[in-house]
């Protein structure tokens, strides 16, 4: 025989947050913010270097890999794959 589910839903807890919580927490926020468009002005500023490096010559394909490229190297430089103690900077090398 099934067994019957609990038609009572859970109370959600609604603590309410000080405010100098709502001032953390947003301060949390826009630094976030802030990073993440500082990340990309960072690897659109890299893919820009690379892209003049090789005289501007090249094919759409060129210029996604400029990006692709550049997108690593800041996150290496970030410290964004740094965390779980692998290296990946192996991945900014092209084979040769």
């Not at 025989?1 to 001032?23: C, I």
């Not at 394909?61 to 290296?87: C, P, R």
């Amino acid at each position: 025989m099934p067994s019957k589910v609990s038609e009572t839903t859970p109370k959600k807890s609604r603590a309410k947050l000080s405010k100098s919580e709502e001032n953390i927490l947003a301060h949390q926020v826009i630094n976030a913010a802030k990073q993440s468009a500082g990340r990309q002005e960072m690897i659109a500023t890299a893919a820009y270097y690379r892209a003049e490096k090789r005289g501007f010559n090249g094919s759409e394909a060129d210029a996604i890999q400029d990006w692709l490229e550049a997108e690593m190297e800041v996150d290496n430089e970030l410290g964004v794959f740094d965390s779980s103690g692998i290296d990946f900077q192996f991945l900014t090398h092209k084979a040769e």
